[in-house]
């Protein structure tokens, strides 16, 4: 589960950041909501997540230096009031997950002696593991990229990394190259309900007149349910006339392209193989056909 950090920075109108947390407004009524790092620990463990992240602050890129120097000196102290509060709820009687594990989030935007000052205090903390956060809001790929090389060194060996927020194929397959080994992102399913589409030849856009008559499946070389049931034309017929349905296939299909994705990956990994996978995917999952 997400801290909603993210959320109330991104989304939250009329908020105040304090030390004790943050007062935003609801976006269905208006009225004041305060959250800071026990409480989003408190929602987390409700919820009895098996991994639960660190309230912090999630700084938009740009951002002046001295303002993120300070933020992810909050974003630490927070940090600790989390792995307080976790412990303390994970050894309460009525608490549904006991073995509850907390992920510290690494911040900084773009300034390199930030991200690593910020990567090495969150590491001594002897989290459960490590995420990269405040990546993927509208900094070139390549910016996003150089950021991961600069702060990976300083991230435990022993411990998961996670990078927050990404996103396409090819970013996956150039993180992992970087030594990522885990991902979330809205992209698989929200690019899906636009009628884009991931397949092992690059993306499609179903829309496009060409599939109009098209009986082949969206993917030729995927086996999920919706390439093996359906034709790009059926599909491609329920997106223009509104049907719901045409969302629900090609999420389908995304989900399954993403869970392949992964596990070709691990396998390519596994096998000793996994430059060979980059060089033949990186650049093709990427291509729009
Ligand atoms: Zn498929």
Same mark, same amino acid.
């Given at each position: 589960t997400d801290s909603g950090g993210f959320q109330v920075f991104s989304l939250a109108q009329l908020r105040k950041i304090k030390e004790e947390g943050v007062y935003f407004a609801s976006h269905i009524d208006g009225r004041r909501i305060f959250m800071g790092p026990e409480e989003s620990m408190q929602i987390q463990s409700n919820l009895g997540s098996t991994i639960?992240?660190?309230?912090?602050?999630?700084?938009?890129?740009?951002?002046?230096?001295?303002?993120?120097?300070?933020? +992810?000196?909050?974003?630490?102290?927070?940090?600790?009031?989390?792995?307080?509060?976790?412990?303390?709820?994970?050894?309460?009687?009525?608490? +549904?997950?006991?073995?509850?594990?907390?992920?510290?989030?690494?911040?900084?935007?773009?300034?390199?002696?930030?991200?690593?000052?910020?990567?090495?205090? +969150?590491?001594?903390?002897?989290?459960?593991?490590?995420?990269?956060?405040?990546?993927?809001?509208?900094?070139?790929?390549?910016?996003?990229?150089?950021?991961?090389?600069?702060?990976?060194?300083?991230?435990?060996?022993?411990?998961?990394?996670?990078?927050?927020?990404?996103?396409?194929?090819?970013?996956? +397959?150039?993180?992992?190259?970087?030594g990522v080994d885990m991902f979330d992102c809205v992209m698989p399913s929200r690019n899906a309900r636009h009628a884009t589409v991931f397949t092992w030849s690059g993306i499609m856009h179903l829309g496009n007149k060409c599939y109009e008559t098209d009986p082949r499946p969206v993917d030729e070389q995927c086996d999920c349910p919706t390439c093996r049931n359906f034709s790009r034309a059926y599909i491609r017929h329920l997106f223009k006339a509104n049907e719901q349905l045409a969302g629900r296939l090609a999420v389908q299909h995304n989900l399954y392209f993403y869970n392949t994705l992964t596990e070709k990956i691990r396998e390519a990994i596994d096998e000793d193989r996994f430059e060979q996978f980059r060089g033949k995917y990186s650049q093709l999952l990427a291509t729009r056909i």
């Open positions: 639960a992240m660190a309230f912090d602050e999630c700084i938009e890129n740009p951002s002046p230096y001295k303002y993120v120097a300070a933020s +992810i000196e909050r974003t630490t102290r927070w940090l600790i009031r989390c792995q307080e509060e976790m412990a303390r709820l994970n050894s309460l009687p009525d608490t +549904i997950n006991k073995h509850q594990m907390l992920f510290g989030i690494n911040q900084g935007s773009t300034f390199d002696d930030l991200r690593i000052k910020h990567m090495e205090d +969150i590491a001594k903390l002897d989290l459960d593991g490590y995420a990269i956060g405040g990546l993927a809001v509208g900094e070139a790929t390549e910016e996003m990229y150089r950021i991961i090389d600069v702060v990976e060194p300083y991230m435990p060996v022993h411990k998961p990394r996670y990078l927050m927020g990404v996103g396409t194929p090819s970013n996956i +397959i150039e993180a992992v190259a970087r």
